[in-house]
Structure formats: C-alpha cells, structure tokens
C-alpha cells in the first residue's frame, strides 16, 4: 500500500526545547493530518490541512502543508512532559472516488524532566 | 455526547476461534475503517466501508472480514485463518460527502491469542 516518509522515528529531548517533524510522500495529498497517540489509546486529531501553503497553529503546535502537496511538518514549542507520545501523519491522497487514509510509521517523543 | 465506541476494550481469543470486534458511531459519518497497530508500528488499513452495505479491502484484508448493514455499525471478525492476529486495533471514521474531512478514532482494542 502507499506509504508515507515520517522522521525522525523517536526523538529524546529535554524539557522546553522545540520540536520538528515531518512526513513526505512521493505522490500529491489533498488532506494532512496530525494525530498524536497515547500508550493503549487510538490517535486524537491535533491539526488538519487542506490548502497547500496552509499553516496552522493549536497552541503550542503549528503544522504547514507543503506547497507541493508531497510533504507537512509539525512543530511543538516549548515541549513539557504530557506532549509525550507517538505523532503520527495522516494524508489523503488525490484520486478521486477514494476515501482512503495513509498513515507515517510515527514519531515516538520522550521529554526528559 | 457524540463519538465512537469500540468493544471490548481487551479480548482474548484462543488459537482457532474467530472473535468479532465492534465499532459504533453517533457522528451519522458515512466513511469508517479498520486499522491494524504492532508493537512501535504506524497503522495498517485493514478494511474500509464508504457507504451502507459497501466495503472494500484494505492493505491487509486477509484473514479479516467485515460487514456495514447499518451506517452507525462496521464490526471486524478476526477469522482463524489470520495468523498473527494479537494486534491493537482502531475503528475511525469521517464524513464522505464532504471532500476534505477528518477522521476521528475510538479507544481501540487490545485482541490477544492465548
């Protein structure tokens, strides 16, 4: 199935530092989706894209789809400990009549206190 | 409140039983899905229903089956023929009618073969 680019995989980082991740494709999306997981529960949308060039903020979040339509990226401010979790990406790629999402493999982050 | 609602939370199946798991929404969403979650994995479509009595197989249909005969409902059987069926799994969904639209996702659950 299609598959999205996520990075990094984990990130070990102290407490109010900054964080990027990014998710790239190799085929256009219409949709960009962050999600972020905690242990044993299912993903809670945290920002949704829908125009390239569109950048959004939710708080301490910000997220852009790329102005190719290929890629997005997040980035958390001043990180503190219940931002941990996995983040995931989310696409929905442009053919028509599908409704299907793609998910990256995640980005693990650990805040040391 | 509206949302969506999977059970069992945890199941445990022995090794050639099949289990059904169930996923019911109150969002009056037409989409819903099936994803599959291992161990520090991303998410694997297994099945997918865009409208009422349609589905459509995902990445990794086999050894699944599902049925979508009411719009609130789309509950996956974990048939005996799926070999490693210890997994967390997730049921979503999302408006269809509309292009661009979110997908929500209930708490999942954790199936275990003992």
């Known amino acids: 199935g299609q598959q999205l680019n996520q990075s990094p995989q984990s990130m070990f980082i102290q407490e109010g530092e900054d964080v990027s991740m990014n998710c790239t494709s190799s085929s256009i999306f219409n949709t960009w989706l962050w999600y972020k997981q905690d242990p044993g529960e299912g993903p809670v949308l945290l920002i949704a894209?829908?125009?390239?060039?569109e950048l959004t903020s939710n708080g301490r979040l910000t997220a852009q789809f790329g102005i190719t339509r290929k890629d997005s990226f997040l980035n958390i401010s001043a990180s503190i400990p219940s931002d941990v979790g996995i983040y995931f990406c989310?696409?929905?790629?442009?053919?028509?009549?599908?409704?299907?999402?793609?998910f990256g493999q995640g980005t693990r982050l650990t805040i040391n206190p | 409140d509206g949302g969506i609602t999977q059970s069992p939370k945890y199941l445990f199946r022995k090794e050639g039983q099949n289990v059904t798991l169930s996923c019911e929404q109150n969002?009056?969403?037409?989409?819903m899905y099936w994803y599959r979650q291992d161990p520090g994995q991303g998410l694997r479509l297994i099945y997918y229903?865009?409208?009422?009595?349609?589905?459509q197989k995902g990445d990794i249909a086999e050894g699944y089956s599902v049925s979508r005969e009411k719009k609130e409902s789309f509950p996956l059987t974990v048939t005996s023929a799926q070999k490693n069926p210890t997994a967390f799994y997730l049921c979503?969904?999302?408006?269809?009618?509309?292009?661009?639209?979110?997908?929500?996702f209930g708490q999942g659950t954790r199936l275990t073969v003992v």
């Open positions: 894209l829908y125009k390239a060039g």
């Open positions: 989310a696409g929905q790629p442009l053919i028509q009549g599908a409704q299907k999402l793609v």
């Open positions: 969002l009056n969403h037409d989409a």
């Open positions: 979503a969904s999302r408006p269809f009618r509309e292009l661009n639209t979110e997908a929500f």
């Open positions: 229903s865009q409208i009422v009595n349609d589905f």
